[in-house]
C-alpha cells in the first residue's frame, strides 16, 4: 500500500542480509524503517511492537527463524530461535504457526542449508499472506457491496473497525480494512468509524493513517462511542480483525472488540470478522477457556505517546502520565467475542457463519 504515494510493504529484505520493517510505535508523527539483523532484534521488534498485528507478527517470526540461522544454524539454535520468538506475545496464533512451521521445514535440513532455506520460505510466507489479505478484501467486497445496496445506493456505507487490521496489520492489503480499500478502488462510497483503541491506539495512530494515506473518508471516535452511532443507525457494518479464532468461531481480537459486538448485535448492526487460514486454532474449541489473553506493562494504561499539541512542526515524541503516580493499572491486550454475536466470518475462501461447520466447509482439510 501506499506512504506519500510510494508503494510500501511491512517486511522486505534489506542488503546484506538484514530485514526492515516500519516502526510502527512511531507512526503516524514519523515514519521510521528500521534494519533487524539477529534473533534478538526480531524479538525485540515484536515485544515491542515495532510489529504488530497478527499476520505480520507471523511473518516477522518467520524471518526471525531466518535471521536465527544465519547466527546458530544447529539443532540447539533452531530450537533456541522456537523458544525465544514463541515467548514474545502469546495471543496471535500466527506466531506460533510461523515457528512450528519454520521448525518442521528446517529440522531435515543440514545446519549449512537452513539459513537460505529460511529466508526462500519466510519470503514465501509473506508472498502467501498478501494473496490471502486479497481474497478477504474480494470476498468482504461482496458484504460492503450488499450494504450499500441495501441503503439504495445513497450516502457512503459507514463501517467501524476496532485496532488496527489493516495493511500495517499484514504483510499488505490487510484483513479488516481489505474490503474497504477493494469497496473503495471499486467506487463505492465508504467511510469508516474508526475507534482509537486504547491502550496503544492503534486505530487512532495506524488505521487513521493508513486510510488517510489512501484517501478513505475516515473519523476517529473514542472507544466508547461505537454503541450510540449504532443506536442512531450510522454504522452500516462493522468489520474487524482477529489475533486467535476457535474451530467453533469464537475470536480473540483487541481488548473492546466484545463491547462492540455486543452493541452490535443490541442494534441489529452485522458484525464480521475478517481472518486468514493461520489465524485459525483448530485445536481450540472455546475461546474464552482455551485462548491466552496476553497481559501488558499498566504503564500502557496510565501514560500515553504523542506528538506534543503545536510543537510548531516538530514530530519529536512525548510521553506524559494520565494518572496519579502509582496507580495500580490492569492491561489486559485482548479480550473474546463468542461465535453467536459474530454475523460472519470472512477468509480468503469465503463468508461463512462463526461455526464449526461453516469453517470447517471452507477448510476440510484441517477440520478434520
Ligand atoms: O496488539 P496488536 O496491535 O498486535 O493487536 C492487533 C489486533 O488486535 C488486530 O485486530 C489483529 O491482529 C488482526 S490484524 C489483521
Known amino acids: ?43 525485540t521488534a515484536i515485544a515491542d511492537m515495532w510489529v504488530r498485528g497478527a499476520p505480520l ?23 533456541h530461535a522456537a523458544k525465544t520468538l514463541t515467548a514474545t506475545r502469546p495471543t496471535a496464533v500466527n506466531l506460533a504457526w510461523a515457528v512450528d512451521h519454520m521448525t518442521a521445514l528446517l529440522t531435515p535440513l543440514a545446519p549449512a542449508d537452513r539459513p537460505q532455506a529460511a529466508r526462500r520460505e519466510a519470503a514465501r510466507i509473506c508472498d502467501e499472506d498478501v494473496a490471502i489479505c486479497n481474497g478477504i478484501g474480494e470476498h468482504g467486497l461482496a458484504k460492503i457491496e450488499q450494504a450499500w445496496d441495501a441503503k439504495g445506493e445513497t450516502g ?33 462510497p465508504v467511510h469508516v468509524w474508526v475507534d482509537e483503541t486504547r491502550p496503544r491506539n492503534q486505530g487512532a495512530s495506524l488505521t487513521a493513517w493508513e486510510l488517510g494515506q489512501h484517501g478513505v473518508p475516515n ?34 481480537n483487541k481488548i473492546g472488540t466484545y463491547l462492540k459486538a455486543l452493541a452490535a448485535h443490541d442494534n441489529q448492526v452485522p458484525f464480521y470478522v475478517a481472518l486468514p487460514g ?64 459474530v454475523t460472519g466470518l470472512i477468509t480468503e475462501r469465503g463468508v461463512c457463519p462463526a461455526t464449526a461447520a461453516g469453517l470447517a466447509g471452507l477448510y476440510p482439510e484441517k477440520a478434520g
Not at 504515494?5 to 515514519?31: C, M, N, S
Open 219 to 252: 473519523t476517529l471516535i473514542v472507544d466508547n462511542a461505537g454503541g450510540h452511532l449504532m443506536q442512531h443507525g450510522m454504522v452500516d457494518l462493522c468489520i474487524t480483525g482477529t489475533d486467535r479464532t476457535t474451530a467453533t468461531g469464537d475470536v480473540a
Open 156 to 188: 457512503p456505507v459507514n463501517i467501524l473497525t476496532h485496532c488496527n487490521a489493516g495493511w500495517l496489520a499484514t504483510v499488505d492489503w490487510g484483513t479488516a480494512l481489505a474490503p474497504i480499500y477493494k469497496a473503495h478502488e471499486a467506487g463505492i
Open 57 to 79: 507478527i507471523g511473518a516477522m517470526a518467520a524471518y526471525g527463524m531466518y535471521l536465527a540461522m544465519g547466527e546458530d544454524g544447529s539443532d540447539a539454535g533452531l530450537a
Open 278 to 341: 493461520p489465524t485459525i486454532d483448530w485445536q481450540a474449541r472455546d475461546g474464552i477457556a482455551d485462548i491466552p489473553i496476553e497481559q501488558r506493562d499498566g504503564r500502557e494504561v496510565t501514560q500515553i505517546t504523542g506528538r506534543q499539541a503545536g510543537a510548531g512542526g516538530t514530530n519529536d515524541l512525548v510521553t506524559i502520565d494520565l494518572a496519579p503516580e502509582g496507580t495500580a493499572a490492569a492491561n489486559y491486550a485482548f479480550d473474546v467475542t463468542p461465535a453467536r454475536l
Open 1 to 43: 500500500m501506499n506512504v506519500n504515494g510510494t508503494p510500501y510493504r511491512t517486511i522486505w529484505e534489506a542488503a546484506g542480509g538484514a530485514v526492515e520493517i516500519i516502526d510502527q510505535t512511531k507512526l503516524p508523527h514519523q515514519f521510521v524503517t528500521i534494519k533487524l539483523r539477529s534473533l534478538d532484534d526480531a524479538a
